[in-house]
């Protein structure tokens, strides 16, 4: 019986000839997806066979020639032949992390704390009215008749009209006898009718929510009728051309015409992004009738062109936490140009409303007596705590490194990034996985977060972030004092050099770590509780689609927890929005909770930089506060 | 002694050589206005020499040389020499007619009528605010302070500021430690920040009050810090190209693309003259911060872009009778963009903003007892008759005959306009002045009413408006079946042509005044009152700056009542947006009026035909209702 060796974890199998490559990884204890049940049809048990013989043409179809070409096979659609083998296995979705489902981000929210179809009340819907015809003696405007209807059906609150549908009005109301479609917002106790159909046309009906993150864009397309999340598209926020971090894009805004320019870079993004949603949903722009969106403080304010210049500077007070109610034309989005453009709250010049929204997303929003953490990692790292009773919050600078920001190699989790990677103890060489199946074009945050924690485990780095010098490795190439890790020769990258991580890279990514760390320890502290008091921690952020959770507490990100009291929420700024967009009550929720929320300023707190200094190594100078660090190891 | 003659009046008095012509009128009874005292500074006593000599070298450098050339002296200024001496007297200001003082209307009011200084609070404001300078852990945001201080102030209204305003925010709160000038509206329970600027700048506030009519447009610019009027203009409602009334107008919008021509071109004509009382009062545009906007409904629809087509369709039903909060960016006018364009209600499709701003100039506003009549007349005629108890309005279509519109030498009140004509008796020749006594270029309303009622009383024309063919003047010219009536032949004209009035103009005029005349009495039918029950009657309307009430009465078109009840008020709709402009009591004044008017719609009434087919003559064909017809003539 020939020997099977698997990689990276080296477990090895004897099993007779012509068994599938798929059984004997079962065999072996090694986990191989197969959603397709072994059809062959979803190709996602694809290996690569790194030494030794199969017959592979069977998987042909489903990979392509040049896949095939290189090694890789579906495991199974492979029989195992008569001489020892070994297998490459790309780290599985769903196994080492906790995973964003395709598109479907709200299967990483707990169901209780999504809205209820009885909760789905969007801020923006489209009602069918009968408006009666125009009369001679009761002294009645058309406007005056629409009001009254919709006040029959919506109460007594006031209704508005932009110009732009009064002059739409008298045609509306005629032109199918008083039927006739009206979009609203409802927006606090006002009504705003921001557009009207004769006839009925209340079957479309779309919003999006956006989260603008300081290095990502993300948005999403929700069919407003049915609370459906039809498409989601993230790509570079344009201002990272500016500055990589809120600073640097506050010092960048100083000029009024870099101001603008700011303004004009997000709004381009945006409107880029909203176009690719719409076309993929087969939705016109101008269907889409609202917009809920939640960013930091900063990315805010230059969405509105408002200067940021007073969030950096002592006492930190920005022009406003709450937006006032202003329309896509207004601000420059092209969706409906009536459309309400709701921003969720901000806190304080460093929690923002993608901190307000992403609590939407956790037990912090409920009436719970156990006390919850929410973390979200951006390029700022937000924090808060508490429970039904207080909620602190605080924020911390961590760079753009999990966003791939500030890296050498380092990209957002796009096609080509390396979103999983495993490092092979005994050669040191990768072993990785890249988003799309292409060739290497860089690494994005889940990737760096594994890389750092295999290469710890496998002792390739040691604790302050240093690659091995000693032991030789071809992924290792010493230049002067500097070392840099390959992950991808030239001749294997999808781009004109190799796709590497360098010391440099690696400090850059241990300060960002220690920066969240530390931020969590020290509000903690001022709570008066231990890590361990804690009954969950949420985390948010944009590491791409997966966050390691095993691999984040290696390196120190996050505590050294009981894994079940984790839970990744995945872009919780963006669900969070969505969860807004498609329900009023979840907007007074994140109203009542911005409320709530006590500001701690770490910038007045000397403790906090005792904890950053004492979190710059792999994972902590204080091994005792990670005590499966050398479990982990084996 | 010499005998002199004065025309047109042909009283005749005999004086000794080297009495001053100024003292022969008065001996004669003859009204020469002299305000300057005789002092030759004025220019008032301005008067033609027809025939004879005198030595009129003294009336040099107030009078132009062309102007002595032409025969003019000054009264004051000339001695009478031996020979006898024809003078020609120009009917004179203030004595003929109701006159409107130059650009202070604000007299042709009663004084009770017009907002007393404790009254004065107008819709736009300056007021300095010291907002606290930000605090650390206050967690207030700049928005947050300026509302509070704000609304110290002034009550807890919400406070709204629009994106253009918080982009200035940041920096108005800091420039001088917090002290700041904020321009606001008030608006019902809102307050809107349209302007910051840091340090104090209470003392210069600007507003307008505006009049649309059909044919004619009138800016008025006000310190809004004294509520001063500080310079008033009126030029020709650039619409007129595209229809002389609003029936024309409503079928010249039908297409969207003319509907956007007709609303660029009133908004080319306000914007114009905005420019020029702006430049006049040495005002900045953008210091100008409110508007009062008054028109008929046809006239706010185009202004706003709303299609007007169902004004003209029955049932008569437009957009809106009220205008929702609008600012001067959305609407195009071009003063501060962020100004509050505040327009004046509607009560029907005929009645609308320039009849709810007139009636604050009349009694009807107030709690009286005694019956009161509003005539407004312009383009269209509307009237409002009522008391405390009952207020009843209706309109009709008088066309611009009255501001000079469809008559073919017709003009509105400018330069060169004959304002003021006398006919005489014997030769038939007019004797007219112009405005700015310049060589005419047409005739006004004043003029074309002083002229009918003067060819009437003189027996040039007959009750059907036909010129006398029997008896030959050099002023009337007989052409086929129709007759001209030359008021300057060519050589005398400020045109390529004689400024004349043909029988088909009389014919337009007769039925102008027999649409408002048959409207008033179908008015006073419907309310079951008769004329002599009148208290008060009001007269507005753009006749130029005259209106002669004895000649109006001789030719019907109004009724023949005791003089003293009539009231000539002017442009009052210009008048009554000024009052709103200054005064919040006003504006609330306005609302609660239009909301109690009952609206007659004529064309629904078989009666108003009968009424006005008899008073298609001059002045009706019922003398009775004209008792002073007879004793006029002397």
Same mark, same amino acid.
């Given at each position: ?15 007779? @000839?012509?068994?599938?490559? /798929? *059984?004997? %990884?079962?065999? $072996? +204890?090694? #986990? =191989?997806? !197969?959603?397709?049940?072994?059809? &062959? ?16 043409? @069977?998987?042909?179809?489903? /990979? *392509?020639? %040049?896949?095939? $070409? +290189?090694? #890789? =096979?579906? !495991?199974?659609?492979?029989?195992? &032949? ?24 709200? %299967?990483?929210?707990? +169901? ?523």
């Amino acid at each position: 019986m020939p020997l099977i060796t698997f990689q990276p974890s080296y477990k090895t199998i004897e099993v007779p @000839s012509g068994t599938e490559l /798929l *059984t004997a %990884a079962r065999l $072996a +204890g090694v #986990e =191989v997806d !197969a959603p397709c049940g072994g059809k &062959g049809t979803c190709g996602k048990c694809v290996v690569r066979i790194t030494a030794g013989q199969v017959d592979a043409s @069977s998987s042909l179809g489903v /990979l *392509t020639q %040049a896949a095939v $070409a +290189g090694g #890789e =096979v579906l !495991a199974c659609r492979t029989h195992i &032949g008569t001489a020892p083998l070994s297998v490459a296995i790309p780290a599985v979705d769903g196994r080492e992390g906790l995973r964003i489902t395709g598109g479907d981000e709200t %299967a990483l929210v707990r +169901g209780e704390l999504l809205p209820r179809p009885a909760e789905y009340e969007p801020l923006a819907f489209r009602w069918r009215l009968h408006v009666p015809p125009a009369q001679l003696d009761d002294g009645l405007s058309d406007l005056d008749r629409l009001t009254r209807s919709i006040q029959r059906e919506w109460g007594q609150n006031p209704v508005f009209l932009p110009l732009s549908v009064l002059r739409t009005l008298a045609s509306a109301l005629r032109a199918r006898q008083g039927e006739l479609t009206a979009t609203m917002i409802r927006a606090d106790q006002e009504i705003h009718v921001i557009h009207l159909e004769p006839g009925n046309h209340v079957a479309r009906l779309y919003g999006i929510a956006v989260d603008i993150g300081t290095t990502t864009i993300a948005v999403q397309l929700v069919d407003l009728t049915t609370s459906t999340i039809l498409q989601t598209r993230s790509d570079y926020n344009e201002q990272v051309a500016c500055g990589l971090d809120v600073i640097s894009r506050i010092n960048y805004a100083r000029r009024p015409e870099r101001l603008a320019e700011l303004n004009t870079r997000v709004l381009r993004t945006v409107n880029r992004l909203v176009l690719e949603v719409a076309a993929a949903g087969q939705v016109a722009p101008h269907e889409i009738c609202n917009a809920v969106i939640s960013g930091n403080t900063t990315m805010l304010h230059l969405l509105l062109g408002l200067p940021p210049e007073q969030i950096r500077l002592e006492p930190y007070v920005p022009t406003l936490f709450y937006t006032p109610y202003l329309t896509a034309a207004e601000i420059g989005i092209q969706i409906h140009p009536e459309s309400w453009i709701y921003c969720s709250p901000c806190v304080g010049s460093y929690v923002g409303g993608d901190i307000t929204a992403g609590l939407l997303c956790t037990d912090l929003v409920t009436e719970t007596e156990e006390i919850n953490l929410f973390i979200d990692i951006g390029t700022n790292g937000e924090l808060v705590l508490g429970n039904r009773d207080f909620l602190m919050t605080c924020a911390c600078s961590a760079g753009p490194a999990f966003e791939g920001g500030g890296i050498e190699c380092g990209m957002r989790a796009a096609s080509g990034a390396i979103e999983r990677v495993t490092v092979d103890p005994v050669t040191g060489l990768p072993l990785y996985a890249t988003v799309g199946h292409t060739k290497p074009t860089g690494i994005c945050g889940s990737g760096i977060i594994a890389l750092l924690a295999d290469l710890l485990r496998t002792g390739w780095i040691d604790p302050s972030g240093k690659l091995d010098r000693a032991r030789p490795s071809p992924a290792i190439q010493v230049q002067g004092r500097h070392a840099v890790y390959i992950l991808a020769p030239l001749a294997e990258s999808g781009r004109d050099r190799p796709i590497l991580i360098s010391e440099l890279d690696i400090e850059n990514i241990i300060r960002a770590k220690a920066a969240i760390y530390a931020a969590c320890a020290l509000l903690l502290q001022h709570a008066g509780i231990t890590f361990q008091e804690l009954a969950h921690v949420y985390i948010g952020g944009g590491f791409g689609r997966y966050l390691d959770l095993e691999k984040a507490i290696i390196i120190g990100l996050l505590p050294d927890l009981p894994r079940e009291k984790f839970h990744y929420i995945g872009n919780s700024s963006l669900l969070g929005s969505y969860m807004v967009l498609i329900s009023q009550e979840y907007r007074r929720r994140q109203i009542a909770i911005t409320r709530r929320m006590t500001y701690l300023d770490l910038s007045a707190e000397p403790a906090y930089m005792e904890q950053y200094t004492a979190a710059l190594f792999l994972p902590h100078t204080d091994l005792k506060l990670f005590p499966s660090a050398h479990t982990i190891k084996a």
